[in-house]
């Protein structure tokens, strides 16, 4: 069946569609029916099943027969290691990590955070946290201690796990500096930490609250796979929204792994063996899908790459580790591509690596650029895709179902929607839009398996972030449209969101910070055109009246404010002084307009705007350093 085909199936008996996915899972109690409806328009997906991820994801394998096979290939040029580890090793690993945390009084429903660089055991903890159905929660390591401590306060962890460092390229960073901070910061209290000492940085441990990796789990007796229901969140992730405080996404058991599991043929187009590589961090959505989940549900093996696209030595890096454990399918952000085509434009790094074992290239994260899809396709000769997804989903909304049928490709689109989403382009009104118009995109509810069914502890707030404008559809906060082929266009967000080299940042976040700082009497922060990054925020920033200090003071200031509340991550390096902000007639700040000018970009002058004049100081100032051209 070609893809057409397939999403009709879907389209006319989605319970017939998904159970049949279902069978690709290993039940302790099969699901009676996929879809459960009576809390509409909540939904869950084989609520009624028993089933456990570890199970599926490593145990299943070993008794299938590829205990010998590589679940994981840790690759990590910053630390000049490689290590194979193999899915009968991984599985006592992981029961033994699990035993203690078991042995630790960790129960299922319990939730642990995960503070962890990208060493195979930040996919052990999540694994083992799996086992025994407790609920991880991985924290990005470039977020600082304020951030991790806002996620402990909201997810009240009874663990966390953490590594005592990262390596960026050119210094460690320590992480239990971070982690006591944050654990000071937070009202709720972790009963205990295990800490994995890394050689780069051991760190100190408290008496009695931490605990070393290896010697927590002496003498504890490994843990056996515990079925949980299939509604049983398997994890919350955190993500940014509009505000300061993230949303804390849940991820429900069952229908993440059907809908994995789905994914890995028909979009990625690999077989159980195949060598699978997500280039991304286990801090991310993309490295909770497809770095620990997805590929292990389906018997792959598994890439956890330590070090960067650059840099790690060169721009050479991901043809090296592409060949050389002879990935089939490889994924990454494009900000990573554009950072490699910057080094290395002509592609001489490709050039001294066998890369007969790739397929093909796949991209997310933020909107492709033409020129970087080509730039892989001209050097590759492979086909590049790119895949339009969100936290909020955890996979594909549209792609190119290549394991299904390439479709053929168009630069600038991520093709068409999957089977379970039904994209609608809605007007301000939430009716549908015709073909090629511009409008919100929406999806028409329920939502497929493995979404997410709510937010941690905040019905409300998902109900209001994604239920209530288009009563009937979930809010997906992109723009954009549809074409006459039905290809999806991914145009902007809605809301005050922006991507940062791959990374999903708040801008109100940011504006919380800098409005935080005592010399700030307003301000405002927008995302700018970056060739490198995507985008980049830049903070505007009105001074209150008493200030007489040099700005550039007061500039710095705001910037490291956010480096130590936000963390690294933000790369918010870009501030201004500026008299006023520009605001409709009743105080909303015109920042769509800001970014515009910025970038250079035509705009329609706001009808409403209170006084056109503000709009030609903000682009002097932006011209000053060298914007708004
Ligand atoms: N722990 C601690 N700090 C981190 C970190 C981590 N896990 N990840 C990034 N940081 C720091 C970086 O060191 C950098 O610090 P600096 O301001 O002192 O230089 C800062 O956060 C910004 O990082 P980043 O935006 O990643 O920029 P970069 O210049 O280090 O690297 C790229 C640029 C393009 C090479 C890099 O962003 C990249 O590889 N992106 C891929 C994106 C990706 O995987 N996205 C996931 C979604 S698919
Ligand atoms: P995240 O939740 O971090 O995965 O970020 C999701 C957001 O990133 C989406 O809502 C989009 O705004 C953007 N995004 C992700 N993938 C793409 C893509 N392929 N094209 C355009 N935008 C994308």
């Given at each position: 069946m070609g893809y057409a085909e397939v999403y009709k199936s879907w389209q006319e008996d989605p319970e017939r569609f998904w159970m049949a996915q279902a069978d690709a899972i290993d039940w302790d109690t099969a699901p009676s029916k996929a879809l459960f409806d009576d809390n509409a328009p909540l939904y869950e997906w084989f609520k009624d099943a028993r089933v456990n991820t570890c199970w599926n994801a490593v145990d299943?394998?070993?008794?299938?027969?590829?205990?010998?096979?590589?679940?994981?290939?840790?690759?990590?040029?910053?630390?000049?290691?490689?290590?194979?580890?193999?899915?009968?090793?991984?599985?006592?690993?992981?029961?033994?990590?699990?035993?203690?945390?078991?042995?630790?009084?960790?129960?299922?429903?319990?939730?642990?955070?995960?503070?962890?660089?990208?060493?195979?055991?930040?996919?052990?903890?999540?694994?083992?946290?799996?086992?025994?159905?407790?609920?991880?929660?991985?924290?990005?390591?470039?977020?600082?201690?304020?951030?991790?401590?806002?996620?402990?306060?909201?997810?009240?962890?009874?663990?966390?796990?953490?590594?005592?460092?990262?390596?960026?390229?050119?210094?460690?960073?320590?992480?239990?500096?971070?982690?006591?901070?944050?654990?000071?910061?937070?009202?709720?209290?972790?009963?205990?930490?295990?800490?994995?000492?890394?050689?780069?940085?051991?760190?100190?441990?408290?008496?009695?609250?931490?605990?070393?990796?290896?010697?927590?789990?002496?003498?504890?007796?490994?843990?056996?796979?515990?079925?949980?229901?299939?509604?049983?969140?398997?994890?919350?992730?955190?993500?940014s929204g509009t505000t300061g405080a993230p949303k804390g996404v849940v991820r429900p058991t069952a229908g993440h792994l059907v809908a994995l599991s789905w994914t890995m043929k028909n979009i990625y187009n690999v077989d159980p063996g195949d060598v699978f590589w997500a280039a991304s961090d286990v801090g991310w959505v993309v490295g909770h899908s497809y770095i620990c989940y997805a590929p292990l549900i389906t018997g792959n093996t598994t890439i956890v790459f330590e070090g960067k696209p650059i840099g790690t030595p060169d721009a050479g890096t991901f043809w090296r580790v592409m060949s050389e454990h002879k990935v089939k399918t490889f994924f990454t952000a494009p900000t990573a591509f554009r950072a490699v085509k910057r080094e290395d434009p002509k592609g001489e790094f490709y050039a001294k690596y066998d890369l007969s074992e790739l397929n093909a290239v796949y991209l997310a994260g933020e909107r492709a650029d033409p020129d970087t899809i080509e730039w892989i396709g001209n050097l590759t000769g492979k086909p590049v895709y790119d895949h339009w997804w969100q936290t909020e989903t955890g996979y594909t909304i549209a792609g190119n179902p290549a394991g299904l049928e390439a479709l053929p490709v168009k630069i600038g689109s991520p093709t068409v929607p999957m089977p379970g989403y039904d994209v609608q382009i809605l007007d301000d009104a939430g009716h549908p839009v015709a073909a090629g118009e511009l409008g919100a995109i929406a999806i028409k509810l329920p939502l497929p398996p493995g979404t997410l069914p709510t937010l941690w502890n905040a019905e409300a707030r998902f109900r209001k972030s994604y239920l209530d404008t288009f009563p009937g559809y979930y809010e997906t906060g992109d723009a954009g449209m549809k074409d006459e082929d039905g290809y999806l266009w991914i145009m902007a967000r809605t809301d005050d969101v922006i991507n940062v080299a791959g990374h999903r940042l708040s801008t109100g976040a940011m504006e919380e910070v800098l409005g935080g700082h005592k010399d700030v009497a307003e301000c405002a922060v927008i995302g700018v055109a970056d060739e490198l990054k995507g985008q980049l925020p830049m903070g505007f920033l009105c001074l209150s009246t008493r200030v007489n200090r040099p700005h550039e003071e007061i500039v710095k200031e705001v910037i490291a404010r956010v480096r130590d509340q936000i963390g690294p991550v933000a790369a918010f390096k870009l501030a201004l002084v500026v008299d006023r902000l520009p605001k409709t007639r009743s105080g909303k700040i015109l920042r769509g307009t800001m970014a515009a000018i910025a970038d250079g970009r035509e705009y329609k002058m706001p009808a409403t705007i209170d006084d056109p004049a503000i709009l030609d100081e903000l682009k002097e100032a932006m011209q000053a350093i060298g914007y708004a051209k």
């Open positions: 299943r394998h070993v008794e299938a027969g590829r205990g010998d096979q590589a679940a994981i290939i840790y690759d990590s040029p910053v630390t000049d290691t490689k290590r194979h580890i193999t899915y009968a090793e991984l599985k006592d690993q992981v029961a033994q990590l699990a035993g203690a945390l078991a042995a630790k009084g960790v129960e299922a429903g319990d939730r642990v955070i995960i503070y962890m660089p990208m060493v195979p055991q930040a996919l052990t903890a999540m694994l083992a946290c799996a086992r025994i159905g407790a609920v991880h929660s991985v924290v990005f390591g470039g977020f600082a201690a304020n951030e991790l401590a806002v996620r402990i306060d909201d997810a009240t962890p009874k663990a966390i796990i953490a590594g005592s460092c990262g390596i960026e390229p050119g210094r460690v960073l320590e992480y239990k500096p971070l982690l006591d901070g944050a654990i000071e910061l937070a009202t709720h209290k972790p009963d205990f930490c295990v800490i994995l000492q890394r050689e780069q940085a051991p760190a100190a441990l408290i008496d009695g609250r931490d605990f070393e990796w290896d010697a927590v789990q002496e003498g504890v007796d490994p843990a056996d796979c515990v079925p949980v229901s299939g509604d049983h969140p398997a994890y919350i992730l955190y993500t």
